[in-house]
């Protein structure tokens, strides 16, 4: 088939030919590609269109990709399509332009991207809007047949007064089903069946807010942006670059206001589903005329929401769409700004095909759909921060905290010494200093905050006698204790089992549970502060819809003292009245085999700290530490992002890290660990033979994580400085090696994580 491009005609005469589409089929594990004819009765087929075709002896679903001209001789040779799924073009062109980049960028099956720009609930042909019944007014009842219906059908009158009263349709289930009947049976009133939206914020309230006044860096930003805004194709990706607290979310609002106001739209990333809620009350809140047409993203929502909100949004009825990673696959048309907030964030990446960085698919994006584009972190990634240094992004700087708040105090306590204080076999969980501000605060009514990025009763079940850990039998880690279960669990693959109660090696009973979470600082704490009101918050405890939501919601109202959290709690979050904030470890992560680490604890430091001191009172941080002089600690303790960026990436710089290069991980798994090392060692000798010099490819080595659901898993990191001179021809070789069934190979452009 050839596109209309290449077709040696006129174009009036390719104006007559047939019309043919090439169709992505749906579910395939390998992209599968099909061309079919168009009947001239589904003349509305187009690119993005969701289509029904004839496979075989069966019906298959899929997406067109591209519509051609095709000569008579070669459509009759196709099969017709069978129908449109929907009359509406499913994704719009730029969108489809971006899924295709994704694809090819990070080396992902087209399929896959398609399932993330049509989520399954999209994709299910028998799922319907809701429907609801409504009751509207047609005509007033006189004086007298007011007076009569009241005497005699006291019901039916209350009916036509609330109506009346509404100046609007009224869901039917409101008022009694046989006075509507009557009512309708003489023509007062009409029922009509209607769609509603399942919202997922409903019931809520949202109090309007208006815009503050902004300080001098905040309101030389906002003019960077708005400019921008206007000339979109001149201006670069903008970073954002400002303390905690220093106003960066007004900054967002207002940039947001002024592209509503041209009718444009606004697409906001936020790295975690925790911090959806309180963006969102803040967008609705500032939007409050316009709370409508707020639509949301994520993977808490239920089906049926996900379904409505998507449509909300294909259909443009939103135009402010506020959601995590996978938002920026949304069907939104007519963009006029994207915003990435906490743009540093790991979990913008993607750890499952399509493997994408939302952040950064996010600057292609915007230059697809012809929109500014803003960043904004108060530790930016090295990545972002040498883009700004090298002129490729416009930096934007907020260095003083809004409303002239200072940063807080931060003490670091060095946990080694308190460690001999606990004695031993105790975990040290407090530190004495952290205790004694933890109760100033309970006296003076004011709140704190204690951070661990560890959930769970303990990290590990150890014998005494001849220390046996038990770990998980499908993957190479320790199962964790969880009190509350009364299991231990994996965090890797969620395999439980129950407890030990003595060694399962030399039966002896005497089990040590070592390390901590979540669970025994949360018990730990009930038992030192008896009276304080606690919570916490890790995705144990806020499974429950909407329990995230309501936890946050009391913390800031002053109905919670104490909040203990994982990472869910470390970033976005403002609440003026936290004067204390506690980190328990803050080693956790700094010393595993990853080019990252220092980056991802000092970042981490940070954010959390930042959640101290953010109304009028000045704010404490204390960060507990067994390597207190680590350089991210201490840059860290400092607020001192400009010194730590320096040293970082000096480092990067001579060992060749992103942001100096971009780096693929290519990783093979098999539940036969000889096959996968073989297979892994195999490829390794090719790609040796067919990378130029400029590609420095690593050694194979079994990944830190070496077992993880019944599969063995070695890996080799590639580095250079495209990331298409090392996809290329790796991905030409993995198509001349045939692989054995039983292996798995996963390629990971510009990885987050090297497990």
């Known amino acids: 088939m050839m596109p209309e491009d290449e077709l040696p005609l006129g174009p009036e005469a390719v104006a007559l030919l047939p019309m043919a589409a090439r169709v992505l089929l749906d579910g395939a594990v390998a992209d599968l590609e099909f061309d079919y004819a168009i009947p001239p009765a589904l003349d509305g087929v187009g690119p993005g269109s969701r289509v029904s075709v004839p496979l075989r002896n069966r019906t298959m679903t899929g997406t ?84 009569v219906l009241t005497k005699k059908a006291p019901k039916q009158a209350e009916v036509l007064v609330a109506l009346k009263a509404a100046g609007e349709p009224v869901a039917a289930m409101a008022f009694s089903g046989a006075a509507l009947k009557a009512l309708h049976h003489k023509g007062w009133i009409e029922i009509t069946d209607e769609p509603v939206a399942r919202d997922p914020h ?55 206001q002024r592209v509503l106001e041209q009718g444009r739209a606004v697409l906001v990333l936020v790295p975690e589903i925790s911090l959806t809620p309180q963006t969102v009350e803040r967008f609705k809140s500032r939007f409050a005329e316009m709370q409508e047409q707020v639509a949301v993203l994520h993977s808490h929502l239920s089906k049926g929401e996900r379904f409505d909100e998507w449509h909300k949004i294909q259909r443009g009825k939103a135009r402010i769409v506020i959601g995590a990673r996978s938002a920026i696959f949304a069907p939104l048309e007519d963009i006029g700004l994207i915003i990435v907030d906490e743009e540093h964030e790991g979990s913008y990446k993607q750890e499952q095909p399509p493997r994408y960085q939302a952040r950064d698919a996010a600057v292609v994006r915007a230059r697809l759909e012809g929109c500014a584009i803003l960043l904004g972190s108060a530790t930016p990634s090295l990545e972002s921060w040498h883009n700004a240094q090298r002129g490729k992004y416009a930096l934007l700087k907020l260095p003083e905290r809004a409303d002239d708040a200072q940063l807080p105090l931060v003490r670091v306590i060095d946990m080694r010494t308190e460690k001999k204080r606990a004695g031993k076999g105790s975990p040290a969980i407090l530190s004495e200093r952290l205790r004694i501000a933890i109760d100033q605060r309970l006296t003076k009514g004011e709140q704190s905050i204690l951070f661990l990025n560890r959930r769970g009763f303990a990290s590990s079940v150890v014998c005494q006698a001849c220390g046996h850990v038990v770990k998980c039998p499908h993957c190479e880690v320790a199962m964790t204790v969880h009190q ?75 109905k919670l003292d104490l909040l203990i959290g994982t990472q869910m709690i470390a970033k976005g979050l ?30 981490l430091l940070t954010q959390v700290a930042g959640r101290a001191g953010r109304g009028e009172l000045m704010g404490e941080v204390v960060v507990q530490s067994f390597t207190p002089h680590h350089p991210a600690i201490q840059f860290a303790r400092q607020h001192d992002f400009e010194g730590f960026s320096e040293q ?4 990067r710089r001579q060992c060749g890290y992103p942001p100096y290069g971009h780096a693929v991980l290519v990783t093979v798994r098999s539940e036969r660990e000889n096959l996968a090392d073989f297979a892994l060692k195999t490829l390794h000798a090719k790609l040796v033979k067919v ?15 070496v077992k993880s659901h019944d599969q063995y898993r070695f890996q080799i990191l590639a580095r250079a400085r495209q990331a298409k001179q090392i996809t290329e021809p790796l991905m030409q070789c993995l198509a001349d090696l045939k692989m054995p069934k039983e292996v798995i190979v996963t390629v990971d452009v510009d990885p987050v994580n090297l497990g």
């Open 64 to 147: 067109v990709l591209i519509v051609y001209p095709a000569a008579e001789a070669e459509v009759t040779k196709l099969k017709p399509l069978l129908g449109l799924l929907s009359e509406r073009v499913m994704i719009p062109p730029a969108l489809m332009e971006f899924g295709k980049w994704v694809s090819a960028y990070y080396c992902a099956p087209l399929e896959s991207v398609m399932r993330a720009m049509l989520p399954e609930a999209v994709r299910e042909e028998k799922h319907s809007e809701k429907r609801r019944l409504f009751a509207r007014l047609l005509r007033e009842p006189s004086a007298e047949e007011s007076a």
């Open 574 to 603: 403002h609440f003026p009245n936290v004067t204390l904030v506690g980190i328990l470890n803050a080693d956790m992560g700094l010393h595993i085999p990853d080019f990252r680490a220092g980056e991802r604890t000092f970042s």
């Open 484 to 558: 509350e279960l009364g299991r231990l669990v994996c965090h890797v693959c969620g395999f439980q089992k129950l407890a030990p109660k003595k060694c399962p090696e030399c039966k002896d009973p005497a089990i040590l549970l070592a390390g901590y979470g979540t669970e025994r600082v949360e018990e730990t704490l009930r038992k030192v502060f008896p009276t304080a009101r606690i919570a916490r918050v890790d995705a144990d405890s806020m499974a429950q819809k909407h329990k995230l939501r309501d936890t946050l919601h009391a913390f800031k109202t002053g």
């Open 648 to 651: 970082e990436l000096e480092f």
């Open 202 to 256: 409903e019931g809520e309230t949202f109090v309007s807010s208006k815009s503050l006044a902004l300080n001098g860096a905040q309101h030389e930003a906002l003019v960077t942006v708005l400019e921008a805004v206007r000339h979109p194709r001149e201006a670069k990706p903008m970073l954002l670059f400002g303390v905690t607290g220093s106003g960066k979310t007004e900054v967002y609002l207002q940039a947001a």
């Open 691 to 705: 990378f130029p010099p400029e590609i420095l490819l690593g050694e194979p080595a079994p990944s830190p994580l």
